[in-house]
């Protein structure tokens, strides 16, 4: 079996905004179970400003036992500015401030409406100390065009299972005094 580790909370919006293009909540438009594509996502729109981040924090999950952990996610672009460029999304897994997995894609689907799959496999968790203090850092990486967008509508981080406890087999010693 798997953990996933979905976002239950926003720490940093940047200029991302969700279906309804409010700045608020952006969790709730990635994380479900099953991508729902377009009828939830969050975007960033390239305005020539810089790259824009926003950060997600991800529910509790137990150590894994061992294994990679993968960061999956879908995400669809656009191409307004008629650029060509491809367009950029940077995803890094945080541990409070700290980076322990980062990979960018520089081909988002570019068609506008079709979200892809994508995974990005993280082989060595083992700097991961506190696994119920991770986030996950969305980059839309300006200098696409303008205009350009770049939309999420499912993020997390899926984990190997929990390491298990052993139980204690030992019979327990027992002793009865009779007067």
Do not use: H
């Not at 980062?102 to 995974?119: F, I, K, L, P, Q």
């Not at 083992?126 to 205009?147: A, E, H, P, Q, V």
């Not at 993020?155 to 005094?177: G, I, M, R, S």
């Amino acid at each position: 079996m798997a953990q996933y580790a979905r976002p239950d909370a926003d720490d940093t919006d940047g200029s991302w905004t969700n279906e309804n293009n409010n700045q608020t909540n952006l969790y709730a438009s990635v994380d479900e179970a099953s991508a729902d594509d377009s009828t939830t996502s969050i975007k960033s729109v390239d305005e020539g400003m810089g790259d824009d981040a926003c950060i997600l924090r991800l529910s509790d999950v137990d150590e894994p036992d061992s294994g990679n952990a993968y960061i999956k996610y879908k995400a669809v672009s656009t191409d307004e500015s008629w650029s060509g460029a491809s367009v950029g999304l940077k995803l890094e897994l945080l541990e409070g401030s700290t980076v322990r997995a980062t990979t960018t894609n520089s081909s988002v689907e570019r068609d506008g409406s079709t979200y892809t799959a994508y995974s990005y496999t993280i082989s060595d968790v083992s700097g991961i100390s506190d696994w119920t203090n991770l986030k996950i850092r969305l980059t839309m990486i300006s200098g696409m065009g303008m205009g350009d967008t770049i939309s999420v509508t499912q993020v997390y981080l899926e984990t190997q299972d929990a390491a298990e406890e052993e139980e204690a087999t030992a019979n327990p010693a027992f002793l009865l005094f009779l007067d």
